[in-house]
């Protein structure tokens, strides 16, 4: 008797974390997946103190704190141009990752279409399938990695419901342009079609590239969930705070499914916050330029290594092509994870697995450069060892 049930045919555990479970295995260093090895700031550590001093220990309401959503909504305002009202368009939840499955839940009828573009986060396709829902997939540009506005167009169908945008993206580092903005926007609007839109990066963007949200575009708000969280941006990838934003009617779909999968986000991280808001420009002129610095040695090191990478434009992940080694993706991270190496992701699990083709994601690994310079100086000795 097989009880499981058939929904998890259709994919399998996440390969990012398997990935940190045989970083832990082999004394590797981490570079698979992406959270840094650095303190978050000293603001946030200071707001747990106080959630501890003020028993901050229980539930909080279900949406997440009022005076937090409070907060949030002004952000929303001011750095995605997105006017939400925070007592009925926003809530708070585990992390992003839990944002983007009550959001693909709330919304999804059987066979409904969900087009995903390619590579893709792993997470999106998992809940697309336990929401009944049918994944279609359509290719980013070959290594450029712009929306190809004629394959979006021919993917959308009568049972197209919404199209998932990730920018600044996992796992490339692109950063949609205004015109790929506008290609989904436009399709949205003539399509009456959802964009649930992923933006847990939104504050690591590079080369004086400035954030867009497509839920700012015209027409756009009340077709657009829009996610974010603070893992990335205050370094707390462990705390599980995210947040989800939309129009009432939608969020009271979400809010549903939220109430049953998570009841609430952890009620003392909620306090502790808060005070990511006391901080200013300067600290996330900080984050950027760190991560800038990150991205600036780690692209000449692979290139020197003789690897086809992706610049990323914003992110902390760094793409790269690995054909010249003689080992697919699977093979070169279980190859480099050995013996205190290093861990990365194979890019198979950011595409589709079709049957019998070559996945063309088996020449890529993905690295995270989400790490103290120091560290990803050692792993790019240790990766000399291995590779020359
Ligand atoms: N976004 C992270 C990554 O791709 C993982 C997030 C998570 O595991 N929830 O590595």
């Known amino acids: 008797m097989n009880f499981i049930s058939k929904s998890l045919d259709f994919f399998q555990e996440s390969v990012i974390r398997e990935m940190t479970r045989k970083a ?3 004394n590797a260093i981490n570079l698979s997946q992406g959270m840094p090895d650095f303190s978050p700031p000293l603001e946030l550590i200071e707001g747990i103190k106080k959630g501890v001093e003020e028993e901050e220990h229980q539930y909080s309401v279900t949406y ?5 959503r409070e907060k949030i909504a002004k952000k929303l305002q001011k750095y995605n141009k997105i006017v939400v009202d925070p007592y009925n368009e926003i809530t708070i939840t585990c992390g992003a990752s839990e944002a983007i499955a009550s ?3 709330a919304i999804t009828n059987p066979g ?7 590579p893709w986060y792993e997470n999106y396709v998992p809940i697309t399938y336990l929401a009944q829902g049918k994944p279609v997939f359509v290719p980013l540009e070959e290594d450029i990695y712009n929306v190809d506005e004629e394959r979006l167009k021919n993917s959308i169908t009568r049972n197209t419901k919404a199209i998932i945008v990730n920018s600044p993206h996992n796992p490339t580092g692109k950063v949609f342009s205004s015109s790929d903005f506008k290609t989904i926007s436009d399709l949205c609007i003539d399509h009456d079609i959802i964009a649930i839109t992923d933006e847990i990066y939104e504050y690591i963007i590079f080369d004086n590239l400035k954030h867009q949200s497509i839920g700012s575009f015209d027409s756009m708000q ?3 969930i829009t996610i974010s969280g603070f893992s990335k941006t205050f370094s707390v990838t462990g705390w599980r705070i995210g947040y989800v934003a939309a129009s009432k009617d939608l969020m009271g779909g979400i809010r549903k499914v939220h109430d049953y999968l998570t009841v609430c986000a952890p009620s003392l991280l ?6 990511a808001f006391n901080l200013d420009s300067s600290y996330f002129n900080t984050l950027r330029n760190r991560y800038q610095a990150n991205r600036d040695y780690f692209y000449d090191q692979l290139k020197n290594l003789g690897m086809k990478v992706f610049k990323p434009e914003g992110a902390y992940y760094m793409f790269a092509n690995i054909s010249q080694f003689d080992m697919d993706d699977v093979e070169f991270a279980d190859f480099l994870v050995k013996d205190e190496g290093v861990a990365v992701v194979p890019g198979s699990s950011f595409y589709n697995n ?11 690994v993905r690295f995270s450069i989400s790490q103290k310079l120091e560290t990803l100086k050692q792993a790019i000795e240790r990766i000399k060892r291995k590779l020359i």
């Open 270 to 275: 909620q306090l502790a916050s808060l005070n």
């Open 222 to 224: 009340d077709k657009t």
């Open 103 to 105: 959001s693909i839940l």
């Open 112 to 118: 409904d279409e969900i087009v995903i573009l390619e």
């Open 354 to 364: 079709k049957n019998n083709n070559k996945n063309p994601g088996s020449d890529y």
């Open 24 to 26: 832990i295995e082999n």
């Open 64 to 68: 997440g704190r009022a005076d937090l």
